[in-house]
């Protein structure tokens, strides 16, 4: 039987992204905590007005007649949060097409758990307070951060199981849908039909250029940012957009595996062979190229990107978001009441 190397065993291929989710979650919840806790010490020191006036230092973005003028706060809440969800979405299709969302059997149990974790505190929430002032409120504690239970495991190392691991994931991926669903239908003001049917072509031209086999990232990127310009136009939270963009991310590489090893080989055996230093260029970027493509763009971007939203955007929103200011007065608040104990 020949020799299978431990790095090539297909359980250690699907945990390898798994591995490396939870090894950037664990450490960017770690900085999101000392962010946070930064924002809160600031936000209730003498230097609390300016802290509050940071943040809505306006920032001018456009080009001629088209400016939006918005302060800085708007930028991180919906113009780096979408980048966010965008993630999120990501994440949400990897586990669709192949993780723990992939089969019901297997995605029963977490989506459940989620299910649970989200209407409960709702409605503890709204027994504490019930539909007076401020009924919107329940949303605040059905939300849940992956970021920092996977840090708390962190501190636990091995002893905590594998599979306890890929349950709270894919716990916290079904729990993002949720939360989508809930800031689409419910957190969201009246809709502007027309810029939704505009961001909704959007969409639809982002499908037909993943069907076309489009490649180009900068016509994506395009694309993408004028349909969180609609998005935005419809009144509809742009993060929606985000999510939605990152489930159409194409999750199968443009290239199979078959076709790359016959294309390598060619290449190689031609590279080889001649002695042309333009040729060998051209063959070089075809290697580059078909090595690139045999990868798809769901990995590519989420590789790229998860690193970027754990130590920079999600550190950024919690240094925006979390300088609240204590007031002990407050404690005793139904609104206050609610959500501590949801």
């Known amino acids: 039987m020949p020799h299978q190397s431990h790095n090539n065993l297909p359980v250690r291929r699907l945990l390898s992204p798994l591995r490396r989710f939870l090894q950037i979650e664990s450490a960017s919840g770690g900085v999101l905590l000392v962010c946070a806790a930064i924002a809160l010490i600031i936000a209730n020191s003498p230097w609390a007005a300016a802290y509050h006036h940071l943040w809505q230092t306006p920032l001018v973005v456009g080009i001629g007649q088209f400016v939006l003028d918005q302060p800085l706060e708007f930028w991180i809440n919906d113009g780096l949060m979408a980048i966010f969800f965008f993630v999120v979405g990501l994440e949400i299709k990897r586990e669709i097409v192949d993780g723990e969302l992939s089969d019901w059997r297997k995605a029963s149990l977490p989506v459940i758990g989620a299910a649970g974790g989200m209407l409960a ?17 329940w949303g605040i504690p059905m939300a849940t951060d992956i970021a920092f239970v996977v840090g708390i495991m962190a501190l636990f190392g091995p002893r905590v199981p594998a599979g306890l691991k ?41 499908a037909c250029m993943n069907r076309l086999g489009v490649r180009s990232l900068f016509l994506y990127v395009a694309v993408g940012m004028g349909i969180w310009l609609a998005f935005l136009a419809a ?106 104990a949801g």
């Open 121 to 137: 505190p709702a409605l503890v929430y709204l027994t504490f307070h019930g539909l007076g002032a401020h009924p919107r409120g």
């Open 166 to 206: 890929v349950f709270l994931l894919a716990l916290a991926i079904a729990d993002d849908i949720g939360a989508v669903l809930v800031i689409a239908f419910v957190y969201t003001d009246q809709v502007a039909v027309n810029w939704l049917a505009i961001g909704l072509a959007g969409l639809a031209l982002t």
């Open 235 to 340: 009144r509809v939270h742009p993060t929606v957009a985000g999510v939605i963009l990152g489930l159409l991310t194409p999750a199968a590489p443009f290239i199979a595996l078959p076709r790359m090893r016959d294309s390598l080989e060619q290449n190689l055996e031609q590279l080889a062979d001649d002695g042309q230093s333009g040729r060998q260029h051209a063959l070089l970027e075809a290697i580059a190229w078909t090595a690139r493509e045999a990868v798809s763009p769901l990995a590519r971007l989420e590789h790229a990107l998860h690193p970027i939203v754990g130590f920079i955007i999600m550190p950024i929103f919690a240094l925006a978001n979390a300088g609240v200011a204590i007031d002990i007065g407050w404690l005793t608040h139904p609104v206050s009441l609610g959500v501590a």
